[in-house]
Structures are given as C-alpha cells and as structure tokens.
C-alpha cells in the first residue's frame, strides 16, 4: 500500500465469523473514521486493488463497499487520482429503513416516537409490506445493504422459509422487530414485541372486580384476511375466561343490525367500527354504559378518554414502543423487550 494511504486503513479488522458481509464492514469502517475525524473531506482512501491485497478481500467485495459508499456521495472517484471522501457531513446520519404491516393511527405514533427520539441524528424511511409475503420480500431484495438499521414488523398469517432467511441476513446489530416476534427467526437481534396472550390476560385480570359485575364476556375479534390480528389474543381471552369462570363467547364483528342478547354483557372490542355499532345498539335500547352493558376497547385514543361514556381500553404503550427501538439503535444495545401493556379504567365498565 502506497505511503500516502498507508495510516487511512488502520484498525480496519476483517472478521470472517461476523454475520456482518465483510464489503458491510469495511464502509462501517471508513464511515466510522469519517465520524471521528479521522477521514475528512479531500482526504485519498486506498484504491480497490489496495485495500483488496492488505486485507486479503475479493476485489468484488471492496468495490461493492466502495460502490455503496459513493451512491451515497460519501467518496467520489477522480479518473487518474483515485478515490477520496467528497462529503464528511452525509454520515453523522444513520439510514433507517422501517417496514410497518400498515399505515394507521397507532403506527403513525410509533414512527412519530422513533423520529422524535432520533431528532436529527437519522435518515428515516418508511415501507408498508400490507402483510404481503410477495411485497415484502421485494421490499427487502431492494433495500437490504442500503441502511445502517431495519425495524420491521413481521404480521403475517405465516412466514415461509425464504422471508425468514431474507431477515436473517440482517446482521444483528441492524436488525429490529417490532410490534410482534417473528416465529422461527432466531438471533441476538433487538427486539420490542407485544405478548398478545399473556398481555390481555393480565389486562383484564387489573379488571377482574369490575368485570365480575357482568353474566357474560364477549370478545370481538375480527376475521380479517388482509391485516390478519395475532390469534394469541383470542388464546388469551379463552385463557382468562376459563381461569375465572366466566361465560363467554367470541364472535368475528358487530354489524350494526346486531343485537345484544340480554343485560349484563361486557364486550371486549378490537376494531372501532364494531365499537361504534356496539355504542350505538346500546343508545338505541337506552340501556346504560357501564351498568347494563360492559365495554372495554383495544387501543387508546383520545376520542374513547372524552366520550361522554368514557371508554375504558387496554393498550400496549406505542410511543414506548418507538422510543424503545430508536434508543435501541442510539445506544447500540440490542435486546429483546417486551413492551409496556395495561388497562385504563372508565366509566364504561
């Protein structure tokens, strides 16, 4: 390696056993050098044949880093001279690619926290996979090696072998599910998960006393093909029911036609939709909220605070959930935590 570039590389350490692509580790290098001031603008950095005799590389592998790196405008190349770093200030932004299962009002407060909790140290874009295996491999074919970090959440009715090695991929210090574990994806990976099952459990148990008022638990779980809800809900809601002798049934939605069947039934709802039909029905009887018929709703928002009958709701935290994960990728402590769920009592039970 000539003189002039000899110190540039230095501390570069290939590791063979990284589940990190070694082209991956050698543009962390460079850009790691370039945050510390070690590498600033103007400076030469070895050429490919250089950097592939000293550290025993594939020519192929150093150019596809140096590839990567000048897509982003991080080094340019001089015909005759070689290449240099040509934009010091485009990496004290990491790229983050999050891959949410739909766009909607919770979502949008997760990807506002992770936003919010990286301020200005990130590049963040957003992919919506609509629980398609086919859109979300496609995703992911065109976007792995383009990011520093990848939050995705895996809601899907089943994951086949080639999502879950795609995933796999995704070294662990990158990687970040969010909102449910993804079954059969194994890993020291960052994680921030619901757990469904025990989290409605434990929810309605902070309830029991109120709830034992009612004859009845009905659950409201819907039967949705495209954006298909985690199945441990409904385990968990027999779980309860069973535990505490309740009656109980589950059925997929409340139309508004629907009737309810006597007094003294509490319903736990998933979508607002059937809450509002069910609110509706029981104005319509002029029966009370929270006397003759229970409610207890998923997800907070502040519309089900203010109604007049006070919707009680069990919720996991969202805006923890986004904290959790960009704190996560801000801190460089990948673990795997379940996040915050509980139940807000109001009048309507």
Known sequence: MKAGTANILRGLE????????????????IINQIEKGK?????RIPSINE?????????DTVEKAYSFLKDRNIIVSVKGKGYFVSNADLVSKVNVCLIFNKLSAYKKIIFNAIIRTLDTNASVDLYVHHCDNELFKSILRKKIGQYNYYA????????????????RSIPDDQLIIMDRKAPGL?????????NFKSDIYNALEAGLDSLKKYKKLVLVFPIDDMYPYPREIEQGFRTFCVAHKFEFDIIDEFSPDRE?????????????????????????????????????????????????EGITVISTDFEKMGE???RMIMDQDFRQVENPFSLIKRKSL
Do not use: C
């Not at 290939?14 to 990190?20: L, M, Q």
């Not at 995705?152 to 995933?167: A, G, R, S, T, V």
């Open 14 to 29: 290939i590791n063979s056993e990284s589940r990190t692509p070694k082209y991956k580790q050698v543009i962390n290098f």
């Open 39 to 43: 590498l600033v603008e103007g400076d």
């Open 51 to 59: 950097t592939s005799e000293e550290f025993y590389l594939s020519r």
């Open 152 to 167: 995705i959440m895996p809601h899907f009715q089943k994951m086949d072998d080639e999502m879950l090695k795609m995933i």
């Open 186 to 194: 194994e890993g020291d990976y960052g994680s921030v998960y619901q």
């Open 260 to 308: 309810i069947e006597q007094k003294g039934e509490a319903f736990i709802v998933i979508e607002d939709t059937d809450l509002v039909n069910l609110v509706k029905r029981v104005r319509s009887n002029r029966w009370t909220i929270g006397k003759d018929v229970g409610i207890v709703s998923y997800n907070d928002t502040p519309l089900k605070e203010v109604l007049a």
């Open 324 to 326: 959790q994960a960009a």
